[in-house]
């Protein structure tokens, strides 16, 4: 039975190169085009947005596994999260690559800590299906079934 936990509420004015501001007004800030693609200096974007709340989440769900297997993490553990914006035919798409560091665990007890935390992280779970993601260990590519990919959180 799902049991809403926490909603966050923001809002957006002029797209891309506009302003977004959550509700709590913790977030206020200019958006732009991405530098690169000719946007204007110092203003994030939605792609940089998204790259922080997920690999924020990813590793809160790093720390809930290693807690369900009595286990804690380095406090130096790390996760770097990088989304990339990108075209096909008319439409615009997103992939996300996920790379896991954390320092006290062999790679073969951190594959399987993150093949768990993929299984319960919200970002996953809602981006499941939808968006290409790449799991590393340290930049090394983790092969990821098709069954790890399919579900939702109450079926980890």
Known sequence: MKK???TADASAVGGR???VRSATGVIDMEMSVPEGLGGKKGATNPEELFAAGYASCFQQALLVTAQRAGDTLDKESS???SVTLFQEGEGYGLSAILDVD???FDEAKTIEMVRQAHKICP???GTRGNMEVELRVQ???IPVQAEE???VAEKS
Request: charged share 15%.
């Open 149 to 151: 990919n399919a579900g």
């Open 4 to 6: 809403n936990l926490y």
């Open 79 to 81: 996760v770097q999260c």
């Open 139 to 141: 930049g090394k590519t």
């Open 123 to 125: 970002y996953s779970v």
């Open 102 to 104: 954390l320092k006290k």
């Open 17 to 19: 190169s506009g302003h």
